[in-house]
């Protein structure tokens, strides 16, 4: 039963990972009326967190170009799913980037609990 927890909240942190470039996508499209800045913020904000992520998160880390262990992993965790949460929040969906976060911290503590950061 435990390793369909664990398995579960692995499934969850690859959901948020991917929610979080959903929600700089959506905040990118949503953030001017000109479709130039749309573009540019709603495909160029979710490649920069996607170039960010495969340079120091990747895989947990051992997919990173660069892996991050110990707080620094701990700091990039909370900038890129604090950042998922601030685009929703900037985009005026309150209640999704609480839920959101909240969902984050949820995982990244059962996450410390079984020892699997």
Do not use: C, Q
């Amino acid at each position: 039963m435990l390793d369909l927890t664990k398995n579960a909240n692995a499934l969850l942190m690859f959901l948020l990972e991917l929610g979080v470039l959903a929600a700089v996508g959506y905040w990118g499209f949503t953030v001017s009326p000109h479709w130039g800045i749309k573009l540019l913020a709603g495909l160029g904000g979710p490649a920069l967190f996607v170039a960010a992520w495969a340079l120091f998160g990747a895989g947990g880390g051992t997919n990173a170009t660069y892996p991050l262990t110990g707080l620094a992993r701990a700091a990039l965790e909370i900038i890129w799913f604090g950042g998922g949460a601030l685009a929703l929040y900037a985009s005026g969906l309150l209640t999704s980037a609480v839920t959101f976060y909240a969902l984050f911290i949820l995982n990244a503590v059962l996450r410390i609990v079984w020892n699997e950061v």
